[in-house]
């Protein structure tokens, strides 16, 4: 089989790819042909999947731990021998401080494994849902990445920490201009030791989202082709013009001796490696979108190569770009299944990769984009330096020209012992040599699909699933739903999908809702499911009769009715330690004088309240701004806003107090809602919340 990567040198060569791509892809692949049809490079029999043996979570409901069970859905769908799954007993699902821990428990079981099955007989090492990812380095003082400690973990002292950032043997800097590693091998040593592959099965939306990535890339690995009319998306390039006076061109790159040299040595360097992303777009023939002014796109102002506004980007196949530092535009992108990209800042995968997640919780851009559709990203795990963050155009270079995901994310990190990591299935190979298909398939449910699952913190979820038998099936889902028939308002899942969950939010007590649900797959084929009906839990006082106004509402005594009726959380995971409402999704801290803690903006809790006359009141307040003032709030009675936006003043980082005055209240029993606004930095909360008096 000819090796593109290996072949191709300086531009003039390079001219050739449209035509070598195209016979590339009608080539048989003799390792893969017999192996569920996959055109992946990498055998399913050299690939070790692991998982946590210790995890105890199900949040999918299924009776099977969520690290096993992405193991064996993994295993399942890409033909993995029983024989290359290792389960380890893990105590630190997050990561290690203790280099004796991290050597003990992940290190020596992973060495032993490997041994037993043969230390070149395996070329991936892939990570389940729910394994750690940092070790903090002693040598360098800050959180690493584990997956890229792996990669050479035949090389590190076993006893005494002396993991440091090094260069990877298997990194290409100049694709098209250098000799290719091509495609992975256990020629490939590091100081004369094995090295691997090595990705991860992870998500921010649990394990969920981690089987939709799974699907997602099985779809994009079917039926992706650059041949006209068939499926694929747009390529999106995001550089900044940071080392020309005019917009790059293609012929300015091409002959641009930074490029020549992939050197990402400073900004402006790395601005044109990236920029030159588009010209491997060009010569795969698929449609590019070039954003090559000083904005991002989905900013005002960004504009695309081909005139057309870089506010949205739409049918989004491939990425690569940079400067999205916390600053994910959630309605710029739209994300097919199958897609890949990377982007460039200094905390693209950071924050957390786990759940629990929002995007106040974590703005980084490459955990959002994997929430909101995205099938696989490399990034990095801290704040590295420019020259050893995953870079997106030889990424590119070697997905576009059929190398598997684990290849492509080795080949663009330069370094060992870092930062980098690559969250996707390893095997996933959109333009490996494969026959080009059509999805002509109407999508169907699943027996028993849709249904509603009723929980206290998880609320009124209704799930629903496509049929995969007979070829890989994502969808959009759309879910319309009312209290008639009429409906009367609409969800979409985030991006195309086999499962979701729909949680409306903000539903009344004790009411019977009619829904619907659409699912239409990325070819336009689409199915429609009859009207079905559920009916939500009552709410009712947290303390069984309503509180009595004037009197004092302690904020954690919420009313009872779970999430979506009574209260809304952006997580379903409770992180308040000893607290009284521990089966709800709401944080409480500080016993005995507990407070509604962890607070973002669009939360909300229900409070029955008996007001004895109709006047205006004086509301007192006793919040905490320990992490930082100026969040804001407001008071709503029965769904009105009865005290405009409320500002926490500057309390000095503890408890304090404050009034606001001249509120109106009716007589009667209604509901008062506490609603939080605007977190007060970036990443904060709005505030603690203790208690009002109401007089």
């Given at each position: 089989?000819?090796?593109?990567?290996t072949?191709?040198?300086?531009?003039?060569?390079?001219?050739l790819?449209?035509?070598?791509?195209a016979?590339?892809l009608?080539?048989p692949?003799?390792?893969?042909a017999?192996?569920?049809?996959?055109?992946?490079?990498?055998?399913?029999t050299?690939?070790?999947?692991?998982?946590?043996?210790?995890?105890?979570?199900?949040?999918?409901?299924?009776k099977v731990?969520?690290?096993?069970?992405?193991a064996?859905?993994?295993?399942?769908?890409?033909?993995?021998?029983?024989?290359n799954?290792l389960?380890?007993?893990?105590?630190?699902?997050r990561?290690?401080?203790?280099y004796?821990?991290?050597?003990?428990?992940?290190?020596?079981p992973?060495?032993?494994?490997?041994?037993?099955?043969?230390q070149?007989?395996i070329?991936?090492i892939?990570?389940?849902?729910?394994m750690?990812?940092l070790?903090?380095?002693t040598?360098q003082h800050?959180?690493?990445?584990?997956?890229?400690?792996?990669?050479?973990?035949?090389?590190w002292?076993?006893t005494?920490?002396?993991?440091?950032?090094?260069?990877?043997p298997?990194?290409d800097p100049?694709?098209?201009f250098?000799k290719?590693?091509?495609?992975f091998?256990?020629?490939?040593?590091?100081?004369?030791?094995?090295v691997?592959?090595?990705?991860?099965l992870?998500?921010?939306?649990g394990?969920?989202?981690?089987?939709?990535?799974i699907?997602?890339?099985?779809?994009g690995e079917?039926f992706i082709?650059?041949?006209?009319?068939?499926?694929?998306?747009n390529?999106y390039?995001?550089?900044?013009?940071?080392?020309?006076?005019?917009?790059?061109?293609?012929?300015?790159?091409?002959?641009n001796?930074l490029?020549?040299?992939?050197?990402?040595?400073f900004?402006?360097?790395?601005?044109?490696n990236?920029?030159?992303?588009?010209?491997?777009t060009?010569h795969?023939?698929?449609?590019?979108?070039?954003?090559?002014?000083?904005h991002?796109?989905?900013?005002?102002?960004?504009?695309?190569?081909?005139h057309?506004?870089?506010?949205?980007?739409?049918?989004?196949?491939?990425?690569?770009g940079?400067?999205?530092?916390?600053?994910?535009?959630?309605?710029a992108?739209?994300?097919?299944?199958?897609?890949?990209?990377?982007?460039?800042d200094?905390?693209?995968?950071s924050?957390?990769?786990t759940?629990?997640?929002?995007?106040?919780?974590?703005?980084?851009?490459?955990?959002?984009?994997?929430?909101?559709?995205?099938?696989?990203?490399?990034?990095s795990?801290g704040?590295p330096?420019?020259?050893?963050?995953?870079?997106?155009?030889i990424?590119?270079?070697?997905i576009?020209?059929?190398?598997?995901?684990?290849?492509a994310?080795?080949?663009?990190?330069?370094?060992?012992g870092?930062?980098?990591i690559?969250?996707?299935?390893?095997?996933y190979?959109?333009f490996?040599?494969?026959?080009?298909?059509l999805?002509?398939?109407?999508p169907?449910?699943?027996?028993?699909?849709?249904?509603?699952?009723q929980?206290?913190d998880?609320?009124?979820?209704i799930?629903?699933?496509?049929?995969?038998?007979?070829?890989?099936?994502?969808?959009l889902f759309?879910?319309?739903?009312?209290t008639?028939?009429?409906?009367?308002?609409?969800?979409?899942?985030?991006?195309?999908l086999?499962r979701?969950?729909f949680?409306?939010?903000?539903?009344?007590?004790?009411?019977?809702?009619?829904?619907?649900?659409?699912?239409?797959?990325p070819?336009?084929?689409?199915?429609?499911?009859?009207?079905?009906?559920?009916?939500?839990?009552?709410e009712t006082?947290?303390?069984k009769?309503p509180?009595?106004?004037?009197?004092n509402?302690p904020?954690?005594?919420?009313?009872?009715g779970g999430?979506?009726?009574?209260?809304?959380?952006?997580?379903i995971?409770?992180l308040?330690?000893?607290?009284?409402?521990?089966?709800?999704?709401?944080?409480?801290h500080?016993?005995p004088?507990?407070g509604?803690?962890?607070?973002?903006?669009?939360?909300?809790?229900?409070?029955t309240?008996q007001?004895?006359s109709?006047?205006?009141?004086?509301?007192?307040?006793?919040?905490?701004?320990?992490?930082?003032?100026?969040?804001?709030f407001?008071i709503e009675?029965?769904?009105?806003?009865?005290?405009?936006t409320?500002?926490?003043?500057?309390?000095?980082g503890?408890?304090?107090?404050f009034s606001?005055?001249?509120?109106?209240?009716?007589?009667?029993?209604?509901?008062?809602?506490?609603?939080?606004?605007?977190?007060?930095?970036v990443d904060?909360?709005?505030?603690?919340?203790?208690?009002?008096q109401?007089?």
């Open positions: 089989m000819m090796d593109i990567g072949t191709i040198g300086q531009w003039v060569r390079l001219s790819i449209s035509t070598l791509f016979s590339f009608a080539l692949n003799p390792v893969q017999d192996i569920l049809d996959s055109p992946s490079s990498i055998h399913p050299r690939v070790l999947v692991v998982y946590n043996a210790n995890y105890i979570g199900d949040a999918d409901h299924d731990q969520d690290s096993l069970e992405s064996k859905y993994y295993a399942e769908k890409r033909g993995i021998p029983s024989r799954i389960g380890i007993k893990i105590t630190q699902p990561g290690y401080s203790s004796s821990l991290f050597q003990s428990e992940l290190i020596r992973l060495k032993a494994k490997l041994n037993s099955l043969g070149t007989n070329d991936v892939l990570f389940g849902f729910g750690p990812y070790y903090r380095s040598l800050t959180n690493v990445s584990i997956d890229n400690i792996v990669m050479a973990l035949w090389f002292n076993p005494q920490d002396d993991i440091n950032q090094l260069w990877s298997y990194f100049a694709p098209g250098d290719s590693p091509g495609h091998h256990h020629t490939v040593k590091f100081q004369g030791t094995n691997y592959l090595v990705s991860r992870e998500s921010p939306l394990i969920t989202g981690v089987l939709n990535i699907d997602q890339a099985l779809y079917k082709s650059p041949q006209h009319g068939y499926y694929h998306g390529v390039v995001d550089c900044e013009n940071r080392a020309s006076t005019k917009l790059y061109t293609d012929s300015f790159l091409t002959s001796s490029v020549e040299q992939g050197s990402y040595g900004y402006n360097a790395a601005d044109l990236i920029a030159y992303s588009e010209h491997y060009i795969a023939g698929l449609p590019l979108k070039w954003e090559r002014t000083r991002t796109i989905g900013e005002q102002g960004a504009i695309f190569q081909d057309t506004s870089g506010l949205t980007a739409p049918n989004a196949l491939l990425y690569g940079w400067d999205n530092l916390n600053h994910y535009i959630t309605s992108w739209q994300w097919l299944p199958g897609s890949l990209g990377i982007d460039i200094s905390t693209s995968l924050y957390s990769i759940p629990p997640f929002s995007q106040q919780y974590n703005p980084a851009w490459g955990v959002n984009a994997l929430a909101n559709g995205l099938t696989a990203t490399c990034g795990v704040e330096d420019l020259a050893s963050e995953p870079r997106p155009n990424f590119l270079y070697y576009l020209n059929g190398y598997s995901f684990a290849e994310g080795s080949l663009s990190s330069p370094v060992i870092w930062m980098p690559c969250i996707g299935d390893p095997m190979t959109p490996g040599a494969k026959t080009a298909e999805d002509t398939l109407t169907t449910f699943v027996s028993g699909y849709p249904f509603v699952y929980s206290v998880e609320g009124n979820v799930k629903v699933m496509v049929d995969d038998t007979i070829q890989p099936k994502t969808v759309t879910m319309d739903y009312g008639t028939t009429a409906y009367g308002q609409t969800m979409s899942s985030p991006g195309y086999r979701y969950g949680v409306p939010i903000d539903l009344l007590p004790s009411q019977l809702y009619h829904y619907r649900i659409t699912a239409t797959d070819a336009g084929n689409s199915t429609q499911s009859e009207d079905l009906t559920f009916t939500t839990p009552a006082p947290y303390g009769s509180f009595p106004i004037p009197g509402i904020f954690y005594q919420f009313d009872n999430e979506g009726v009574a209260y809304h959380d952006v997580d995971t409770n308040g330690p000893h607290q009284p409402r521990a089966d709800t999704g709401v944080e409480i500080g016993a004088d507990f509604v803690n962890e607070t973002y903006s669009g939360e909300w809790l229900n409070y309240v007001i004895a109709t006047r205006n009141y004086s509301l007192q307040f006793l919040i905490s701004d320990w992490f930082g003032s100026g969040g804001q407001h009675q029965d769904g009105v806003n009865v005290t405009g409320i500002t926490i003043p500057n309390l000095g503890k408890y304090g107090t606001v005055p001249n509120v109106p209240l009716t007589e009667g029993q209604h509901i008062l809602r506490l609603v939080m606004d605007k977190a007060a930095t904060g909360w709005v505030g603690t919340f203790s208690n009002v109401i007089q």
